[in-house]
């Protein structure tokens, strides 16, 4: 077992909470920021999981004791590119909601809200 | 190097790439949608039988040895759901087609479509096929990138706000996903699923158990089993019929798909799983009663979806042979008949004008072929013989009944009735759809000529049903040849040694 840096673990629960805790909000900016968070903890995480920082790991350089483990560097860089992409995407699906709706909160389900009416109606008639 | 192992996944990123480039010529695009999907049939069939031949085929990418390159594997399982998947991609993809040529404006076909629908489609087929946890991530990433796209297709006001809900739930259970590598490879050094087959042997209980809850979770909310089903059937019934159908009949089961593999390959244990036992009784039932409440079509076949994730789940959880050859053959059946019961409801709605079934009936007048062809996935969702619903289903029963204990046959009983009102919610819903008179006047802007787009939508779904009445033809070789999938499961060590080199595989 590798020992452990507490500051980054620290920052990595910091980052999970907040990310969480941003992305319950119904606003769709906060989600986005959220989301954005989130990845950042995730990533993070990744990097932490690498053990103790070290060497580049180039064959000949160092002895491979010293290296660092380059394989949660690679996983968190692709982890780093998809979040990426898909916070932009998330910000292009909350403009464009913006854009129909003029706020950016998200919406009740219709057809949910309209079925939990007729029920409500229904027990009212019965009560009658 | 086995290219019959990378054909499934590189051809369809291949051909999106070109098919990216031909956006304005939509004849072209359509064309080498289809061809693709043949070619990667034919592949799949081979790739079948050859590892329920000679055990499971591997190929290692870039040739890297095992623990440190990625792996590609298809043993039985990969390759029967390949099949599987790749013949209900093709059905879809050919009804989309109609649906394209069906439209009457020409804006109305979208150019974007078809790239998406191929990496949708590779996504998938590298779920299936890969050997390791992080590019699991990946192979679920593509494929769900692509689905945000298709879900919003067309950007309009409802379908934002569904496919919001979708990307958000989706982008957490991602993240989650991400989490769970990272504390996987922190506790065992390695990402590859038969090296960690090894490994998570050696590590203590509760972590174990704690890797294996997040794992599950993961891949509870992609599945959509309750209590993580919430965004399901919210989101998919406002896609377009072709999306939906592709949505609900593969995507949800390449989650079943990971939840099988990671839960018997690297956390086997000896006896049922009362917490997954628990969370299959809750997801039959809340998904059924959900399902009875609902007036939109759509609405209500997601609900049934989401119940019948549950036997799926049953059938893993009771993790012996017999319950994961229930799931296994469960998986089949349910990717055909939801697919199949998607497409006829899409040509409902587009004949009724509206998805909302108090507007509908009358239908059988004017469409008795729909209406045959709805009751066939229908008959079969509710377990009636001998459609492949009640092959599986019986299967599972028998598998519980096996156990003999309480719980089992407690979700056994439940899934009997679930099975009865799934029964009671379809016939209903066919009552009202095409035998009751019209509840109001249809808008009279609905024509019923036939155009030969609509008749290419509807030999697609009547061959999509023909295959799931195949399904119940073949029932017997199907039930051995999972039979074979599930005691290849439980064993692990022929996908340990194929993956690992026979010195190492044996645990």
Redesign the interface.
Known sequence: MNPLDLTVVLVVAGLYTVGFLL?LDRS?MR?VLG?AV??HG??L??L??GGRPGAAPVLGTVAPGEMADP??QA?AL??IV??F??TT??LA??Y??WT??GHDT??D?V??R??GSV?DRRAREERE | MNVLLALPVVLPVLAAGVSLTLTRRPTAQRAIGVAVLLVVLADAIALLVSADRGGPLVTQAGGWPAPFGITLVADRLSALLLVVSTTVTTAVLVFAVGQGVAARSPSRSIPIFHPAYLTLVAGIDLAFLTGDL?NLF?AF?LML?SS?VLI?LN?T?RR??A???Y??SS??S??LF??A???V??ATGT?NLADLGRKVEGLPADLRAALALLLLVVFGIKAAMAPLHFWLP?SYPTAPAPITAVLAGLLTKVGVYAMLRTQTLLFPREDAWPVLLVAAMLTMLVGILGAL????IN?MLSFILVSHIGFMVFGLALFDVRGLTGAILYVVHHITAQATVFLVSGLVVRRAGTPAMRKMGGLLRSTPVLAALFSVPALSLSGIPPLSGFVAKFALLRAAVATGAALPLAVAAVAVLTSLLTLLTLGRAWVRVFWSEPGEPRRSTVDSTPRPGTRVMLGAASALAGFGVLVAVLAGPLAALSGRAAADLVDRRPYLTAVLGAADGNP
Do not use: C, H, K
């Open positions: 992305v769709l989600v989301f989130l990845g995730s990533n995480l990744l932490v999981v394989l949660p996983m692709t982890a998809i979040t992409g898909l995407f998330l699906l909350a464009r909601s129909f709706t998200v919406r389900d057809e949910d309209r079925l029920a | 992080f990946v990433e990138v945000y919003t950007g006001a934002l706000r496919g919001m809900t990307t958000i982008l957490t991602s993240l991400l989490t590598i990272a504390l490879y922190a990402v919210d409440a609902q007036d939109d609405r």
